[in-house]
């Protein structure tokens, strides 16, 4: 389960990135709004799933409430989620 949430977490900073430098730049300066429609809609559904995995990442691994506290603030500051991604992945190779 840990590598799919650092899967989710790369993504998730991903659409990040995609709706700021990609999305929102189509629908302000090309007039596409349905960019950020499609990339916001993504996202969403990333920070969600992200939401979702801690939650269950939490229970499985008993981690902390600060750990958790921390993945979980770390997530709503936008491309910070590449931090939790680069974090899950050492406690990867730890278990090997």
Do not use: N
């Not at 998730?12 to 950020?36: C, D, Q, R």
């Not at 996202?43 to 902390?64: A, P, Q």
């Amino acid at each position: 389960m840990l590598r799919i949430f650092q899967q989710v977490a790369l993504w998730e900073a991903i659409s990040t990135v995609v709706l700021f430098l990609v999305a929102m730049p189509l629908k302000y300066f090309a007039g596409v709004p349905e960019a950020v429609k499609v990339a916001g809609s993504i996202h969403g559904f990333l920070v969600v799933l992200f939401v979702i995995l801690l939650i269950m990442c939490w229970s499985e691994y008993k981690w902390t409430r600060k750990r958790v506290a921390t993945y979980f603030v770390v997530s709503l500051i936008p491309i910070v989620s590449f931090w939790v991604e680069k974090d899950l992945k050492k406690q990867i190779v730890a278990k090997k």
